[in-house]
């Protein structure tokens, strides 16, 4: 299968997330420049991390206006899996593609840093093959990764079953001390009402091999090809 | 005739929302002695020469954008001036 990496001015984890899904899990990988609209036939859309237009104004706020997003806007609505990592996340939260916001980390600290993050949800394509519960060591890097949404969009998020991943301990527990950045109810990552659009802060494709550390986060690549393969998300016209 | 006009927008997070660079302001200026400052929020201050038939029209033309690209509207509230 082949994955569509979103390349932004300012991107820096395109490259993990090539990486990642070509040299470890070996599928097929396509890096597509923001001016370009045409997916190239991708079965599934990665938004990398980094400081897309250098995250001018605010995270993510010039980027949603890039010409591939109406593409992957489209996608999504054709029932694709689209994932975002951390840049990936805010961007896909300006496009109004998952709901909420990014405010500065609490401790107005860029926390660059290994944590722990427990998966609430297997009933998406990107975390199909986790156990709910099940804990993974993977890094963040950012600076506004302190999720808010208003009461309400709390509320539905969590009676949905819409909040994906949280931080927690290495024991699972969801404590303050183990939230880095003050999100609302320790959210790390979340998915739109459909469930095919994810995205979280932290990286999981640069925690893929022993190498680097942890390779905990395979799991989500891993999870969206054996999804593909059981022919779940058809993208319409495709 | 279009005339060119100066639009002023400012955008502040919403008052429900926590603003933790506002916090740690006035924490630094309670530690400068400066007990009076009961609060700060920290927002954006955007200037725009727009051109428009009418003042009307300039004011939503810079509602738009505001509501559209320099405001986040799920965080923040904004206001236009035109003069």
Not at chain 1, 27 to 39: N, P, R, V, Y
Not at chain 1, 76 to 83: F, I
Not at chain 1, 195 to 222: F, Q, T, W, Y
Not at chain 2, 55 to 83: G, K, T
């Amino acid at each position: 299968m082949k994955f569509a990496i979103v390349v932004f001015p300012g991107s820096n984890c395109d490259h993990d997330a090539y990486h990642a899904t070509t040299a470890v899990i070996g599928q097929q990988a396509e890096m597509i420049w923001h001016k370009e609209t045409d997916l190239r036939g991708a079965d599934a859309i990665i938004l990398p991390g980094g400081f897309a237009h250098g995250d001018y104004l605010r995270t993510g706020a010039i980027a949603r206006f890039s010409p591939v997003m109406q593409s992957v806007q489209a996608f999504a609505d054709a029932g694709g899996p689209v994932v975002g990592f951390c840049n990936g996340f805010q961007i896909l939260l300006e496009a109004g593609m998952l709901e909420g916001a990014m405010l500065r980390n609490r401790s107005l600290q860029y926390r660059c840093e290994h944590v722990h993050v427990r998966v609430e949800r297997n009933d998406t394509p990107w975390t199909g093959l986790c156990q709910p519960g099940q804990v993974m060591r993977i890094p963040i890097a950012h600076g506004e990764g302190n999720y808010y949404a208003a009461p309400e969009v709390i509320d539905r998020l969590e009676k949905n079953g819409q909040v994906i991943f949280r931080y927690a301990t290495a024991d699972g527990e969801t404590t303050d001390a183990a939230n880095p950045n003050g999100s609302l109810h320790n959210i790390a990552g979340i998915c739109n009402e459909r469930r095919n659009v994810v995205a979280l802060m932290p990286h999981p494709e640069r925690a893929c091999e022993a190498a680097l550390g942890s390779a905990d986060g395979k799991v989500v690549l891993d999870s969206v090809v054996a999804s593909l393969r059981a022919g779940v998300p058809v993208v319409a016209g495709r | 005739m279009p005339q060119t006009y100066k639009a002023r927008v400012f955008v502040t997070l919403k008052p429900s929302v926590f603003d933790p660079q506002g916090h740690v302001i006035v924490e630094s200026l309670h530690s400068m002695g400066y007990a009076g400052v009961a609060d700060v929020r920290q927002g954006k201050y955007f200037e725009l020469d727009v051109e428009a038939e009418s003042a009307d029209a300039a004011r939503a033309m810079v509602s738009d954008v505001s509501n559209r690209l320099l405001a986040n509207p799920v965080i923040e509230s904004y206001r236009v001036d035109v003069a």
